[in-house]
């Protein structure tokens, strides 16, 4: 039997194997994560709730009924993590926001919901941007989530938390939100691999809504092969999501078994390389075209002109969206309740305004602010209107690339990961982050971050986006896992490997 | 505390002698589907508070909506039948705005892009002439919750203690039915506000969509009031429509049909006093007061009200096939207009008679009355004589009152089969009205029975004939109208308990 300390660092496939083969079982699977978890989140803060309890009893639920021979889905045992963006039924939900802070949702998100059925231990909670607005994990109420590469540095955002732990073997697998790059950019920057489902795969009911016409829900892993098992687990329509699209999930399980590139045509996005991109990146970068060539693959340049405007489009309105989205956290019904300082008798406005100027951080209300403006009467057609109409232009400009490229391709993150601290002064350069990854969600396709090495210059991990059309999240599977196999024969191993171990912070109690 | 003191008022002739009424009525109606506008939670009215909410409804965290397909189909059959065009594609809005018995702070609504658009209703005045009421749209939205206030004297929320909140009705499904601007009525503008909401009523509950009950909110209609100045004595005329609109007031949820009349004379004398006063109109909401028959000003109201709408990003367009639009067509019932023509055929109703049950708004009741057992000519006795005058000096609706097409067909009943006479069936019909029961019990009850017994009788009418030489004397003479005095005093033997036709016949039978 292996060593329960050595389990963590397997594939979720390697460890559905291996409880399928009997040589561990779930509980081992799920404390060995467990201990993890105690001894290095202290140090990372990857995680914001940690359910030892719930996660043991599914696992020995899952074992007893192994033993009893039956039929169980392929992942059942396997733990997983959860974005805390996803309500639990009994477990505290927040948001990464102190106006969540102790509500327990009455009830689970359909994604929570899947998992159950199909078995997999929840371990807890991961930490988050505030109501996933950010691109760091440092708008988080609850304190930074830090880079398992680098403990001084970010993990990305806003699901830093889920992508932290997959990259600290702190779980296998864990779900992410992706609203303009919050599953793919984390990956990147932290060596791991993260998918948005085309917008609709993936049931959002339940789910913490940032900005609804954008927000998908999708997986975070450390292999294509583990992501397309749990995208498989989490997809498919759900009558309780009008607008979850109504077909079975793309095969994408089978779609990540394919190593062959051999014709298909890769298309580089030529506004999404170059100019604002880290030398060490772009270098990444351009080894994994040649790598794609050297394997068959037809590489073609693309041009997506109005790309330029994503990123004005995608902060008209995700604020707009968001400012709708969060009116009703006024706590009158639940969450955080302060009353003013100052007054006697405070009126229901007046304990709405000091709550809500207690619960939001600055994030929060600057992009409430800036959404409750682009909707004004007077304002709507100049800003929300014209976002809109960008928005189509992009949709149009994927359109004809897509008549020229089976799949796009691009860096994932212009940088690698930065140090806490050195952009929330300034959240212009903050955005910048998620330029490459804006447009897929403003047009809702797939995307998909791997690791395509180290940058030279600090060795901290790069990612690579593959770009399917929307409901054809096969093909980005289908290249993403072919590339992953021809970088990873390269290297002689996975990324992770050369990643330090993250050394446990003495917690005085 | 707070009083509703009423403001100055000019008298109504007046008023209408240097200004034209322009209204808009704005009508929710309350769907009856089994289920809510976005969710699965009951709509059942009278549930205890909060039973009959879910996170959808509760605006919880992460939920999201789903829509009613059956609310949609009702929407579109009120479309149909308000002669509208139904929109091939169309979708909901969010109005945000912050209303404490709102759960998301934003109502899901539908704002430039309604199901259903220009239409319109045909109303019968009370003297039978017809006005067109031209409709601008039929949207969907959903109901709020409903906030009681505890510990105030007014049951306002100014000065109350604390506020009860039942989302119960949060999310039930409602239709919002907007007029063009009416003009046109001049003084008849009131008696159009009513009608019309009428005649919107009897539709609505032809189409089966709502319980239209407007004591329950079922349907509750804001009236926009305004006045100009009058360019002639013709209301209808071109020069009259060139005269700009004058800045309007909006009176919210009036609920009965005489309200809707009352407040918009209200109204219509008030702008008047203002007017000539040399003031200006505030454009703001009423609030209309059923027992002091005023209203008293509410907020104020900009056409800047800004509600920052935006298409509601988690629902899919809605887009009706027009084959289903077709198929929905297909289940309207007759229109109101045409049933009236053959309802007054079959019953064999003058129009005089058709009239004043039209105006009586006892269409409904009589039809099913009839359906009950009771005679066409029975049923609009009684629901436009002793029952119509009744509701007039109670303010309240015929159906109202308390007695039911039931009772009346069973009131009927006692009559055809001889039990009861006519004055002793007014008799019976005061103990119904005072809640003693059901025609028959209340029969049972009094005592009142019409003698049966022919050997009673036959013993009072020998007795009166007895009592009675020099009438009788005249009857045998060939003066048979002398009989009344007769029949008068059996009556009276048989402390009105007998049937007036049969004593006739049997005094004739004697002396004759
Ligand atoms: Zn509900």
Known sequence: ?509 | MSTQTAEAVVGYDEALTRYDPVLGLEVHVELNTATKMFCGCATGFGAEPNTQTCPVCLGLPGALPVVNATAVESAIRIGLALNCQIAEWCRFARKNYFYPDMPKNFQTSQYDEPIAFDGYLDVELSDGEVFRVEIERAHMEEDTGKSTHVGGATGRIHGAEYSLVDFNRAGIPLIEIVTKPITGAGERAPEVAKAYVGALRDLLKALAVSEVKMEQGNVRCDANVSLRSRAGDDPTSAEQAQVPLGTRTETKNVNSLRSVERAVRYEICRHAAVLDGGGSILQETRHWHEDTGVTTSGRPKSDADDYRYFPEPDLVPVAPTRERVEELRATLPEPPAERRRRLQADWGYSDLEMRDVLNAGAVEVIEETVAAGATPAAARKWWTGELARRANAEGAEVTELGVTPAHIAELDGLVRDGRLNDSMARQVLEGVLAGEGGPTEVADARGLELVQDDGALEVAVDKVIEANPDVVEKIRGGKVQAAGALIGQVMKEMRGQADAAKVRELILGRLT
């Open chain 1, 1 to 509: 039997m292996t060593n329960p300390t050595d389990l963590t660092r397997l594939t979720a496939a390697k460890m559905a194997d291996g409880l399928a083969a009997g040589e561990f079982n779930s509980e081992q699977l799920t404390q060995a994560h467990l201990d993890r978890i105690a001894r290095l989140n202290p140090t990372l803060n990857a995680f914001l709730l940690v359910d030892a309890e719930g996660a043991l009893a599914t696992a020995r639920d899952i074992d007893a009924r192994r033993a009893a021979g039956e039929q169980l889905h392929r992942l059942a045992g396997v733990p997983v993590a959860v974005k805390d963006i996803a309500c639990t039924e009994g477990l505290p939900t927040t948001a990464g926001s102190r106006t969540l802070q102790g509500w327990v949702p009455p009830y689970d998100a359909t994604i929570v919901t899947r998992l159950r059925e199909a078995g997999l231990p929840i371990l807890g909670k991961t930490n988050m941007d505030e109501f996933a607005m950010g691109s760091s994990t440092e708008h988080s109420a609850y304190g930074p989530t830090r880079n398992p590469w680098d403990t001084d540095r970010i993990p990305g955002g806003s699901g830093g938390g889920s992508s932290a732990a997959v990259a600290a073997f702190l779980a296998p697998l864990a779900i992410g939100s992706d609203t303009g790059g919050s599953i793919r950019q984390p990956a990147a920057v932290t060596g791991t691999v993260g998918a948005k489902p085309t917008y609709g795969g993936v049931s959002r009911y339940g789910i913490i809504a940032l900005a609804s016409s954008l927000d998908q829900i999708g997986p975070c892993a450390r292999t294509v092969e583990d992501a397309a098992l749990l995208h498989e687990v989490i997809g498919g329509h759900d009558p309780m999501d009008s607008t979850s699209i109504e077909a079975p999930v793309p095969a994408v399980l089978e779609a990540s078994a394919t190593r062959d590139l051999a014709g298909t045509r890769v298309g580089i996005v030529t506004e999404l390389t170059g100019e604002g991109y880290q030398a060490g990146v772009q270098a990444r970068f351009d080894e994994a075209v040649e790598l794609l060539r050297a394997r068959g693959a037809e590489i073609v340049e693309v041009s997506c002109p109005h790309f330029r405007y994503a990123m004005a489009a995608y902060y008209l309105i995700l604020p707009s969206e968001a400012s709708s989205n969060l009116a009703r956290y006024d706590a009158m019904r639940y969450g955080l309740r302060v009353g003013p300082d100052d007054v006697a008798s405070p009126s229901a406005e007046q304990v709405m305004a000091a709550s809500r100027d207690a619960g939001f951080g600055d994030e929060v209300k600057r992009r409430i602010i800036l959404g409750t403006y682009a909707l004004s009467s007077g304002y709507y057609d100049a800003y929300y209107g014209q976002a809109q109409k960008v928005r189509t232009l992009i949709a149009r400009d994927f359109e004809a690339a897509f008549e020229q490229a089976d799949v796009l391709i691009s860096p994932t993150a212009p940088t690698t990961a930065f140090k806490i601290g050195d952009k929330t002064e300034d959240p212009m350069a903050m955005y910048l982050n998620d330029i490459a990854t804006i447009p897929a969600n403003l047009a809702g396709i797939p995307g998909l971050s791997l690791p395509s090495g180290v940058a030279d210059e600090d060795g901290l991990p790069v990612g690579l986006q593959v770009l399917a059309p929307a409901t054809q999240d096969q093909r980005m599977y289908a290249v993403g896992a072919a590339l992953e196999a021809a970088l990873v024969e390269q290297w002689g191993g996975p990324v992770l490997d050369r990643a330090p171990e993250v050394e446990a912070t003495e917690v005085s109690a």
